[in-house]
């Protein structure tokens, strides 16, 4: 079965420092992969997806990036944080679902970043 | 510009009653139309689909419906048990690998 993991969980980052979070999936291979971010009581904010490594789709600019080194790999970056960038950060993945027919998210146990 | 709205955002009701939730769009064509229940401090997890020419789908307690000259999607949530109190997301998915999230409708169920 596929599984995806993200990491951390948690963490307190100054204004101005790097950020790396990273995810990855086991058991599928070729997912497209995503990042998310959610604010205090906000829907899900799509920031990157990918379909294949190298490949590297941005919906809204800012100072983050993504990076996707291997096939089921997807990193999440900053060289400097800012305020606005706390929140919580979900790491997804889809395949077609056969019995669905449609693409179907499955979430990361997500990462909850704040910046002081 | 595009928007996904869901109705208020939250919802109390009693154990043992319906619980309806209510998802519009504007400037979408969705070829699909998701739900998706969060718990607090977890990620969303998929529920149902229904496609754009369903005009219901089930799911045991759960039923969808989908009205694309409406352009809105009720979600029912039958018999309610505390245990299905949480956020429940509508997502939109116009068959281009993304998927855009309504802000969410958190759902109390009072024993």
């Known amino acids: 079965s596929q599984t995806i993991h993200q990491w951390p969980a948690t963490l307190v980052q100054p204004v101005g420092s790097p950020l790396s979070l990273e995810c990855t999936v086991e058991g599928t291979s070729n997912p497209n992969l995503y990042w998310y971010r959610q604010a205090a009581g906000r829907g899900l904010q799509l920031l990157f997806y990918s379909v294949g490594i190298g490949q590297i789709s941005s919906e809204v600019p800012q100072n983050l990036s993504a990076s996707r080194p291997q096939d089921r790999q997807f990193i999440l970056s900053s060289k400097k944080l800012l305020l606005s960038d706390s929140g919580f950060y979900l790491c997804?993945?889809?395949?077609?679902?056969?019995?669905?027919?449609?693409?179907?998210?499955?979430f990361g146990a997500g990462s909850r970043l704040t910046v002081l | 510009s595009q928007k996904i709205e869901q109705n208020s955002e939250a919802l109390n009701i009693q154990e043992g009653k319906t619980a309806t939730l209510t998802c519009n769009y504007t400037n979408y064509s969705p070829a699909y139309l998701q739900w998706y229940r969060q718990d607090p401090g977890r990620g969303p997890v998929f529920l149902l689909l229904i496609r754009e020419n369903e005009k219901e789908k089930r799911k045991e307690r759960l039923k969808v419906t989908f009205d694309t000259t409406l352009k809105q999607s009720l979600f029912h949530i039958t018999a309610s048990q505390p245990a299905d109190s949480a956020t429940y997301l509508c997502?939109?998915?116009?068959?281009?690998?993304?998927?855009?999230f309504g802000a969410g409708t958190t759902v109390t169920v009072r024993a």
């Open positions: 997804a993945w889809s395949g077609i679902r056969v019995s669905l027919g449609a693409n179907v998210l499955t």
């Open positions: 997502a939109l998915d116009s068959n281009d690998y993304k998927l855009s």
